[in-house]
């Protein structure tokens, strides 16, 4: 009989030691996402005749009588999560009991908004969901493996982007890998909002939150925080999350200048030198979504791949949703026509 159960981080912790675990599989990254962005986190453990079969991180979200629960949620910088996998040879039969026996108990527990999302190529635990009243939508990345050679991942650049690299270098333009400091924070953040006032938003974070980010995972060294400079001046800045696997873009930003210099490009051909000199395994650009922006990610030379996002609401939720959606479009639209 299957059974779910809601542990502790520091539990789950103890379940997962010595197990090979994907970015955000990473207990340091669960905290991150429940400090940084006040999202509490559960972990559900699922067990059959009491062997442990699977177990998967959920973080809670709470606005009003609407409890929301994500694995993970939407808008904290997490693609996607997969179960972690306990017992050898679970079959796929087994993992959508898991599955569906996990929703049923957040159901039961008063969940009224669920988002599960996880990798295209690894959806045959979640082909059922469809059936128990989920809806989908699909995301896409870039995914370059960095297992190889600096001289075949610079071969397998396009010939664009390695001019940029090369235009970047002969003007001067150098990487600094920075530490912990309240001014560059600050910088970075200022230059974020630049970027982001272009489309008349605002930085969907907190300058709180990049804080905490760039401060506990310097700590554990699992974030790179990169700068690209010109005679001193700053042109580009990216925050990058890791462990000993792989190594995801979180965040960056750059100037108007630093594009024509091609600061971008040199931003993000140390980061791949970096995955190759550490052996990571690939290095994800962190999503697809703007035309000029893919085309930057694709010349790289990595392959696309897609997430599956499943989201469940009752009829209530899923009415409040879509009307604050429509609100939502509404306002950017005044705001882009004022500016």
Known sequence: MLKT????????????????????????????IESGFGKPCKVALISKGGVNQLLIPLFFHRIGFVNRVGSPLRGTFTPYIEFLKLAEDITIEAQNECLEDLINTLIKDGANWIEITNLVNQDEKNNNLNGLGFSSEFASSILLATDKKEADLWEGMQGRSRNLVRKAEKNGLSVRYNEYNLGTIDLFYSMLSVTFSKSGQKPPHSKAFYKLLIKDLLKSNNVIFLSVEKEREVLAMGIFNFNDSEINFVSGTSKKIGNQFGANNLMHWEVIKF??????????????????????????????????????????????????????KVILSIRLRRK
């Open 5 to 32: 159960s809601l542990i502790n981080i520091d539990t789950a912790k103890s379940i997962i030691t010595n197990k090979k675990l994907g970015l955000f599989q990473e207990v340091f990254w669960w905290k991150i």
């Open 275 to 328: 995955a190759s000199r550490n052996k990571l395994l690939s290095y994800n650009f962190g999503g697809l979504g703007l035309p000029s922006i893919d085309k930057f990610k694709r010349s790289f030379g990595g392959i696309e791949i897609k997430y599956q996002r499943h989201i469940w609401m009752t009829p209530l939720v899923r009415f409040i949703f879509g009307f604050f959606m429509m609100i939502k």
